[in-house]
């Protein structure tokens, strides 16, 4: 227990400290990149503060695995440098079971860090992100134009040229109805179509059939008309950020994008990394496990730079392979979990190399 007591008054300081600098250069960052943008617009100071104190649980999402790594690897390290560790290996503690507590430490953290970003990051970075739209006059457009939307799992297809959001109004709007087995049942056409009572009412409506490999202008049927009840949210200039919003709100998103068969790649990856990321604080503290005790002089700056070179190692893998997710060339979940499993052998194979 005096060991337990000892090694965590050793951790707890250095990760305390770290998370506070590393949460100051993320903030400091985001507000340099933003600085002359400010300027121009002439956002007021406060609009400036509040933007800052929204984005601080985002920073602390980022920074806890960071801090992490550091503080297990400087004080590892540091109790390699002063030998503290030669004589806990020499009474027969061996290096994983000395460091269990740690390993638990980062279990808890991970699943805390889940939740918090679901009820905690999630809001606030939402928040931030509208206050700060507003201050630098980047508001987005809800229209939305070139849009072709599947609907009854693919039975009927809507192409339409535009949709006026503030009107609920199609233009250019051209409708194709298949059957159960995807064939070709007819298609209607109008210059435009405004929701009313639940359905869309089309304008100068014209409807083709097939009759004979031909297409034949026929009378528009009534039962073809009351299938047209997709909701005008479907068509709005609406894409979601899923970083923005909780799991739960995620799921119906992907699931929104998949029933009209819009691309939703992307959409999976940063879902599935909501889940993956959280538990890189697990795998940190192996990895700065292998990594401490490599030097014995300069530990700071020495834990310093293996942690800040490791997290550089870990994000441009992550947005290497988040990039080929979001085109398609590899499965979303397998871009959201590579670097977790690239970083899991890694810290095995320091493990298995590290000083005993």
Not at 115 to 140: C, G, M, N, R
């Amino acid at each position: 227990m005096k060991m337990l007591i000892y090694l965590y008054k050793k951790f707890i300081p250095v990760f305390l400290g770290s998370l506070v600098f590393f949460c100051m250069i993320l903030s400091i960052t985001d507000l340099f990149i933003n600085l002359w943008s400010y300027i121009a617009r002439e956002v007021p100071l406060e609009i400036v503060g509040k933007i800052m104190l929204y984005f601080l649980p985002k920073t602390i999402w980022y920074s806890v695995p960071i801090a992490v790594l550091f503080a297990v690897a400087y004080t590892l390290s540091d109790l390699y440098a002063k030998n503290e560790l030669t004589a806990i290996f020499a009474s027969g503690i061996s290096l994983l079971k000395f460091t269990m507590p740690l390993l638990i430490f980062s279990v808890i953290a991970s699943f805390g860090l889940f939740f918090f970003d679901d009820f905690v990051v999630v809001p606030t970075y939402a928040k931030k992100q509208s206050i700060q739209k507003e201050a630098l006059h980047k508001e987005t457009s809800t229209n939305n134009d070139r849009i072709v939307i599947m609907s009854e799992e693919g039975r009927v297809i809507y192409k339409a040229d535009f949709y006026d959001d503030a009107q609920k109004r199609l233009y250019g709007i051209t409708i194709v109805f298949r059957d159960k087995d995807k064939s070709f049942q007819s298609i209607i056409r109008s210059d435009n179509a405004l929701f009313h009572d639940g359905k869309w009412v089309l304008n100068n409506a014209i409807q083709y059939t097939r009759q004979d490999s031909t297409l034949v202008q026929t009378e528009v049927d009534k039962q073809f008309l009351d299938r047209l009840t997709e909701e005008p949210d479907t068509f709005r200039n609406n894409v979601v950020d899923i970083e923005e919003v909780s799991t739960r709100e995620a799921r119906q998103y992907i699931r929104h994008l998949e029933k009209a068969g819009l691309p939703c790649s992307e959409a999976k990856s940063v879902y599935y990394k909501k889940f993956a990321f959280p538990f890189v604080v697990f795998i940190v503290v192996f990895l700065a496990i292998g990594l401490s005790g490599k030097t014995r002089k300069n530990v700071l700056i020495i834990s310093l730079a293996l942690s800040i070179g490791a997290v550089v190692l870990f994000y441009v893998l992550q947005m290497i392979t988040m990039l080929m997710a979001k085109f398609g060339a590899i499965p979303p979940l397998f871009g959201s979990a590579f670097p977790i499993l690239f970083f899991t052998v890694l810290s095995v194979i320091l493990l298995r190399y590290a000083r005993t």
